[in-house]
């Protein structure tokens, strides 16, 4: 393994000797994923036979709506389930396939979930207590319901306090999450994965609903990151944001890889140009009538995937109860 603080010129000397194809193999991969599909009735959302993701990089996933980015995020991280069993993925040479998200958090690969309804009734505070459940003998849920810091648990709050400082929210630390404006809420999601001390993050969508002021803060929080070892995949509609600080960029379209390559070249690539062009081809936008449908049927699919999300989280939650309960 590379020293840290990882040396990005290296990192990037490393990844200039990689073929730009979809699935190429890296030098030194920390998640290799083969053959996982996922359907929804009649659509294949995710179709992908094989991606390796390299170590120390930050990674960006690129695509055009619909394309399967996030499916493909909430099944490698435990929140879904590959339509075919044929799936197999291992992260740090672990096979982690099937594994509840609870248990993918403790083999130190986490995702940012949003800021649910569930969460914003808790303080900030209790949300980075809750980020740290997945750490390896926890006793957390007890102690985020019932405040009664011993021992590790009071090490637990230093260590949240620590990075709300280094996310600029310790101003807030004890207001309800709810109350956070949108750029603030992707800073606490970030710092709250960060409480497991991951391996690897996985973000979705980081910038979305930011406002430009602290855009440039969430930037430098991503390469940060990066910068103390820590792996990034992230998914980002914003092509300036991933030139910008990407290492290397997989392109997603109607849930295949369709490319992979540097930052500089991959979006000259003929099959990125196609997807994004293709994603618009068969849309009547003078059709009032159709824009309309399509905006109820937009919604219809954001509410689902919102249940989706709070009923995972419930599940998550319910995990680490379960799994206290057998520590104890
Ligand atoms: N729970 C679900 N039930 C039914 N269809 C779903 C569900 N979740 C996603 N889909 C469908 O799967 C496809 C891929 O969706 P997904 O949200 O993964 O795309 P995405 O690349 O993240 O898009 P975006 O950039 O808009 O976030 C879409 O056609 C979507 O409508
Ligand atoms: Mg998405």
Do not use: C
């Amino acid at each position: 393994m590379t020293d840290y603080p990882y040396d990005r010129t290296a990192l990037r000397a490393e990844l200039a000797t990689v073929d730009e194809l979809p699935g190429s193999a890296k030098p030194e991969p920390i998640l290799i994923v083969d053959r996982i599909t996922r359907r929804f009735g009649g659509i294949t959302a995710v179709d992908v036979e094989h991606l390796e993701v390299q170590r120390g990089a930050i990674t960006a996933l690129i695509g055009p709506n619909g394309a399967g980015k996030t499916t493909f995020f909430n099944i490698i991280t435990g929140f879904d389930s590959p339509s075919a069993k044929e799936a197999r993925w291992r992260f740090q040479g672990e096979t982690i396939a099937s594994a509840s998200s609870f248990k993918v958090a403790r083999a130190g690969m986490v995702r940012t979930f949003q800021l649910t309804k569930a969460l914003s009734a808790m303080t900030v505070l209790d949300n980075m207590l809750l980020g740290s459940q997945a750490q390896a003998g926890e006793r957390l849920l007890r102690s985020v319901f019932w405040p009664s810091w011993t021992g590790r648990e009071k090490q637990l709050v230093e260590k949240a306090d620590e990075l709300l400082e280094r996310f600029t929210l310790h101003d807030k630390r004890e207001d309800y999450a709810g109350s956070l404006s949108g750029g603030q809420r992707k800073l606490l999601e970030m710092a709250r994965a960060l409480m497991s001390d991951p391996a690897m993050i996985m973000l979705d969508e980081p910038m979305a609903g930011v406002n430009p002021a602290l855009t440039q803060s969430l930037l430098g929080h991503i390469q940060d990151l990066r910068d103390r070892g820590t792996t990034v995949l992230f998914v980002e509609h914003d092509m300036h944001m991933v030139q910008h600080i990407s290492d290397w960029v997989v392109v997603m379209a109607e849930g295949k890889i369709v490319a992979e390559g540097r930052p500089g070249s991959v979006m000259k690539n003929q099959a990125v140009i196609d997807a994004y062009l293709g994603s618009h081809h068969d849309q009547d936008l003078g059709d009032d009538a159709v824009l309309e449908e399509d905006f109820d049927e937009l919604a219809k699919v954001e509410e689902t995937e919102r249940e989706v999300e709070e009923e995972k989280l419930e599940e998550y939650v319910e995990a680490v109860r379960e799994a206290e309960g057998e520590e104890n």
